[in-house]
């Protein structure tokens, strides 16, 4: 799969036959880090990083401002340890969670890298939303001990500049269960132990029956195996249930005029042989902000609007969220 290929051109140059050629022209470069996914959490320091983590989720769930947003967000993933070997490994921008459609809303990623120099590069740069946006919002360095925790959603396009010495990353998802519902995979996935928990030791079927949006999902959630592998007969009598819809059909649905604008003067290239300038001439804004770097001018901004880093020491701040519990991290937050 092609990794971080994501938006109106990935999937245009794919349905177009082109997928070969997008393999080679954006598949090593998209994602050059080579990752081992830690699904039962049995990792060292693992189960440790979890606790901290769920933690950090319950004191926001506790914070007025984004507990809306974090209501049904009971499991996350067991951790995903990445490195980015030092010979200019990158990942291109991408969302997370490109069409809101497969659960995962918080992403929180912590940094192992002692001695990072600016010049080792390997910055994770998040942009202002969305992924037509050029304008960079923060260059984060990927410090020993520091967290950073985003949503997962349209809101934080990111990219991992290239690194110039070997970097290592865990990333842990935190997931939305009512999201979830509606995707067949997303749904599956909630029942199987091996690849989410429950954040904060808190009960499987409970958490499921919390996700239901009605009195019916509510009793079949609640009469439901748990941990059980659906069969395809099982599987093709809940789709209807619980709405299931894959992602072109979501993506249709959310498809902006720009997307179809994108598409079509894609088309337009590779098709009609036009020469891109031409295709894509005055149809959208020039990028501002390409080669501008992060605003280093700028004052940053303040919680809960944009992003923050926390220093250590003191560790004031993130105590609070914490609820009490100390995390000796240096932690960031994007809105
Ligand atoms: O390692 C990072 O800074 C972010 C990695 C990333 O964006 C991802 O794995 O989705
Ligand atoms: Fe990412």
Not at 19 to 45: C, H, I, Q, W, Y
Not at 82 to 103: C, E, F, M, Q, S
Not at 224 to 246: D, I, K, T, V, Y
Request: overall charge negative; glycine content about 8%; proline content about 6%.
């Amino acid at each position: 799969m092609v990794r971080g290929a994501t938006g109106a051109a990935g999937k245009v140059l794919s349905k177009e036959g082109y997928t070969e050629k997008l393999e080679r022209a954006l598949n090593e470069p998209s994602r050059g880090d080579v990752v081992k996914f830690s699904d039962d959490g049995r990792m060292p320091g693992v189960p440790q990083l979890a606790a901290a983590l769920d933690a950090l989720v319950e004191g926001l769930q506790a914070c007025e401002e984004v507990a809306e947003r974090l209501r049904f967000v009971d499991w996350a993933n067991g951790a995903m340890f990445a490195v980015y070997p030092g010979d200019a490994a990158r990942y291109i921008k991408h969302v997370d969670n490109t069409l809101a459609t497969d659960g995962r809303r918080l992403t929180a990623v912590l940094y192992l890298n002692r001695d990072w120099k600016p010049a080792d590069g390997g910055c994770l740069r998040i942009f202002e939303p969305t992924m037509q946006s050029f304008q960079v919002k923060r260059d984060v360095e990927p410090l020993w001990n520091r967290l950073v925790v985003n949503w997962s959603t349209q809101e934080v396009p990111h990219e991992v500049l290239s690194s110039y010495k070997d970097r290592v990353a865990i990333s842990m998802w935190f997931i939305c269960g009512r999201e979830s519902l509606r995707n067949r995979e997303a749904f599956q996935r909630l029942f199987s132990p091996e690849k989410l928990r429950c954040i904060g030791s808190r009960d499987r079927r409970r958490c499921l029956e919390k996700t239901a949006e009605t009195e019916a999902e509510r009793k079949l959630l609640s009469q439901m195996q748990l941990s059980q592998a659906f069969s395809a007969a099982e599987l093709a009598s809940l789709g209807p249930h619980f709405r299931w819809r894959n992602e072109e059909e979501v993506e249709q649905a959310h498809e902006s005029e720009q997307d179809r604008a994108i598409k079509a003067a894609i088309h337009r290239t590779l098709q009609g042989g036009s020469r891109p300038e031409e295709a894509f001439a005055g149809m959208v804004g020039q990028p501002k902000g390409l080669d501008e770097g992060p605003r280093s001018g700028l004052p940053a901004p303040t919680l809960p609007c944009h992003f923050e880093v926390v220093e250590d020491p003191p560790f004031a701040e993130a105590n609070m969220l914490l609820n009490g519990i100390r995390m000796p991290t240096t932690f960031g937050l994007v809105d």
